[in-house]
């Protein structure tokens, strides 16, 4: 890939950070060897071979390795090649000459701890000697009982890439050889226990295995890690960034980004639908046409920014973030949302990326959302149905950037037909029967000012039921702007039928919610209504006007 490092451009310096529950920092359970186990008199396996996992030597070595037996046609070509090192005799004494009888021509290899990591049997065993079969000391044990097999940042992801990985012509994977990394954790996936500064598991560092230990970050862990990736391109010493996660959630994330920080450099994120060592680990390949992508400066324009937005870079192709989701849990799992472009780049084969497609929406630097033009303080609302809905001041930027007790609530409702619960066609549409929507709203009211509903309704258009609608036009005017987005993954346009309804476009409903938390940080609230189930001509009319606002970010973004 030397190739990538235009002539007279800077060496390129990309952020690497760490971010919640990410296959591509997971890797298999650390399971105890035969080499071990007979060593220990414990129960063998029952494999032909043990697992070899990458470790330190913590000595210098000399190893004889059989001549010819790295590939079966090896020895057929054996006039190519030089003279063996030696040769071992039948009792495996060395001789710099050939001895008579049989004996194997052998490679000397030295091998040394400074060389770095090495493929070797795992030799650990649990405290009380026993072997270990999985990653906890039994099933379903406690966190202090269980070990973690997420890396806690990507530094030993990157080393392992580039020391065991294989380029296609016998080279090893170059990485550090065509750009520089610094190494982030930002609500990272792995997290370190023990010691004055320790972790907790679920509030520090998330995972999803063990299963039973899953833990889920929340809108102030996102918050935080949005603050950490605006304050880290800031400096303006990185050519980029990379950002991985799970691979279900991984485009949320980067299109929230994509929204709200403000850079100039390129934005990509990767998942991993095979953990990191697994038979065919797709992740490690992700890495690396991240960084040729970052380093080849095709998504720059002509001064030198960023014209692509936050993307997502997986089975070698580049997606923009806001029209790519995952759909299976298998390498090739991902698919173009929304139903208009979403490829923006192409990975394959041996030569550099190539753009397909500049998407039209306005994205980091550009956006309109980004950190540094939102407010610092925004009207929220708070009070109940019962008693009132009332304004109140929200500060949701101080700084150090985002508030993470301010960040919006956005709540997801999905429609679906045959859910009313009326006699008959003769009852009219009660928004009282919407129990869930109406206690989202008070809870909102109770904690949470700044607050949304994203309605995905029929595909395209985004319309629910009169009931849902009727409960949702009580948000709305209680300050709360509702999405409306088509089921699923949507081709057609969400468009506006009601001018007191957000349009959510073509976007999924995750998506839909990304957009509108950042838009509730620029405008706020909408203007409640004195009785949200009975709004006057007067603030209706307010109302329309302030979703007009919102919906100009929808149509943009």
Not at 253 to 278: E, F, I, K, M, S
Not at 512 to 520: E, I, K, T, Y
Request: proline share 8%; net charge negative; aromatic share 8%.
């Amino acid at each position: 890939m030397d190739d990538l490092l235009r002539a007279g451009a800077p060496r390129p310096r990309i952020a690497v950070f760490a971010g919640p529950t990410a296959t591509i920092l997971n890797t298999p359970d650390l399971v105890t060897s035969n080499k071990a186990r007979a060593r220990h008199g414990l129960p063998l396996r029952p494999a032909r071979f043990d697992i070899l996992r990458p470790q330190r030597l913590a000595a210098p070595v000399t190893l004889y390795v059989e001549a010819f037996s790295a590939h079966p046609l090896e020895g057929d070509a054996a006039g190519l090649y030089a003279p063996p090192d030696g040769w071992l005799d039948e009792h495996g004494t060395f001789h710099s000459e050939q001895p008579s009888g049989d004996a194997t021509p052998v490679h000397v290899v030295e091998l040394d701890p400074a060389d770095g990591l090495y493929p070797l049997p795992y030799m650990g065993r649990q405290a009380d000697g026993s072997a270990w079969e999985e990653t906890s000391t039994a099933p379903y044990a406690p966190p202090e009982a269980a070990r973690q097999t997420f890396y806690p940042d990507a530094r030993r992801l990157y080393e392992e890439i580039e020391r065991f990985g294989l380029a296609d012509h016998g080279t090893p994977v170059e990485l550090g050889s065509i750009a520089d990394f610094e190494f982030f954790r930002a609500a990272p996936s792995g997290g370190y226990t023990t010691g004055p500064e320790s972790e907790r598991l679920g509030q520090d560092f998330f995972v999803y295995y063990p299963y039973h230990l899953q833990s889920e970050p929340g809108l102030a862990d996102l918050a935080r890690a949005t603050n950490h990736v605006q304050a880290v391109l800031a400096t303006g010493e990185f050519t980029g960034v990379q950002w991985l996660e799970g691979s279900p959630t991984v485009d949320e994330t980067l299109y929230w980004l994509g929204l709200v920080v403000d850079t100039t450099v390129p934005l990509v994120g990767h998942a991993a639908q095979r953990r990191h060592q697994a038979l065919s680990a797709d992740g490690d390949r992700n890495v690396v046409d991240g960084v040729k992508f970052i380093a080849s400066g095709v998504a720059l324009d002509e001064r030198g920014e960023d014209r692509v937005g936050a993307c997502v870079i997986v089975d070698e192709l580049v997606y923009s973030a806001r029209d790519v989701t995952k759909v299976d849990a298998r390498p090739g799992g991902y698919e173009v949302t929304g139903g208009h472009g979403g490829v923006v780049a192409d990975l394959g084969g041996y030569g550099p990326p190539q753009l397909t497609y500049l998407p039209a929406r306005k994205h980091t630097h550009r956006s309109e959302l980004r950190l540094t033009v939102l407010p610092e303080r925004v009207a929220g609302v708070a009070g109940s149905l019962d008693s009132g809905v009332f304004p109140v001041d929200v500060g949701t930027k101080d700084a150090g950037g985002l508030v993470p007790a301010a960040m919006p609530h956005v709540s997801i409702t999905k429609y679906s037909r045959y859910a009313a619960t009326g006699a008959g066609t003769d009852d009219p549409p009660v928004a009282e029967e919407e129990v869930e929507i109406l206690a989202r709203i008070d809870a909102g009211l109770a904690g949470a000012p700044l607050s949304g509903f994203v309605c995905e309704g029929m595909s395209p258009f985004g319309m629910a039921d009169p009931t849902r609608n009727a409960a949702l036009g009580v948000a709305i005017f209680a300050g709360m702007p509702v999405v409306r987005t088509g089921r699923g993954n949507t081709g057609g346009m969400a468009y506006r039928t009601d001018p007191t309804f957000i349009s959510g476009n073509n976007l999924t409903a995750t998506k839909a919610r990304m957009l509108l938390m950042a838009a509730l940080l620029k405008f706020g609230a909408l203007p409640p209504a004195a009785d949200p189930f009975h709004p006057t001509p007067d603030e209706r009319a307010a109302t329309e006007k302030a979703v007009s606002q919102y919906q100009a970010l929808f149509d943009t973004h």
